[in-house]
């Protein structure tokens, strides 16, 4: 199986180019960013199809942990929601093949810019769906169930995105996760908490890889009752995943001496 390498300055270009030379058949590999730039490795060969994982990838799992089948994200600006979801995406897809996961992320109207993950989600080979709701009216999605889990992204929505979340959480497998950088100052967690505590049942701690867990993000769960679901760190989406059960009781789940405070770990 030969693959190919494709290096251009942004995401958006990279796959024009890739489309361009190689067609709608091309296959993608991976996706990462290095020196600035955005590298794709693709294949045009159906041998990756039936190629194995790697071996640590293929390895099972004891602490794989199935996701809800409506999964909403949330969490203030920069945080790195979009990347988390289209992460989330792919985990989903290599522990669990059969699944059809369905990419939610709308936004306030239909001028306003689409949500990265569109371009994160053609790279996965997924579709999603960008409805516009109107800010002061709850925003509608079909039923799910476990055969085609959904991940909801809303981030595009800014300030009106947690008006949104109460109507999303109905089901009896539903979840909502703040996102938050590592790093941030007590001040800072303080205030968005304010806001989001009320909403969420577990936290999502993004970036490590530019800031490792400081005490302050190992005090969350403490300070504020919400268990950290993950901690996700490097740039690429085909990354290493593993996934305890957040709900675990706190005396249990963050006494860990291998990993204290953290429930899972996303790395590229």
């Not at 001028?111 to 709850?138: C, D, F, K, M, Y």
Request: net charge neutral.
């Amino acid at each position: 199986m030969s693959l190919i390498r494709i290096r251009a300055a942004d995401t958006a270009k990279a796959l024009a180019e890739v489309e361009r030379r190689f067609g709608e058949d091309a296959m993608i590999v991976s996706t990462s960013r290095d020196n600035g730039e955005v590298e794709i490795v693709i294949t045009q060969s159906a041998e990756l199809a039936q190629a194995p994982l790697s071996t640590e990838m293929s390895q099972p799992d004891a602490h794989a942990l199935p996701l809800p089948s409506r999964l909403v994200l949330i969490g203030p600006p920069g945080a790195g929601v979009s990347m988390l979801a289209a992460r989330l995406a792919a985990y989903w897809m290599r522990h669990e093949p059969s699944v059809n996961v369905q990419l939610i992320a709308p936004r306030p109207d239909p001028l306003a810019p689409v949500s990265p993950l569109v371009a994160h989600a053609r790279l996965l080979g997924l579709s999603i769906e960008t409805p516009n709701w109107t800010t002061g009216q709850p925003g509608q999605i079909a039923d799910t169930n476990g055969h085609r889990p959904q991940i909801v992204d809303l981030s595009g929505l800014g300030q009106d995105g947690p008006f949104h979340v109460a109507p999303l959480l109905g089901g009896a497998s539903t979840a909502c996760w703040l996102v938050l950088p590592t790093g941030l100052h007590r001040q800072a967690q303080d205030t968005i908490l304010a806001v989001y505590r009320p909403l969420c049942s577990a936290l999502a701690l993004t970036r490590a890889d530019l800031c490792p867990l400081t005490l302050e993000d190992r005090a969350l769960p403490y300070r504020f009752g919400l268990p950290i679901a993950l901690v996700a760190q490097g740039v690429g989406l085909l990354d290493a995943c593993r996934m305890q059960n957040p709900t675990r009781p706190m005396s249990a789940q963050y006494k860990q001496k291998d990993n204290p405070h953290v429930a899972a770990r996303l790395s590229g």
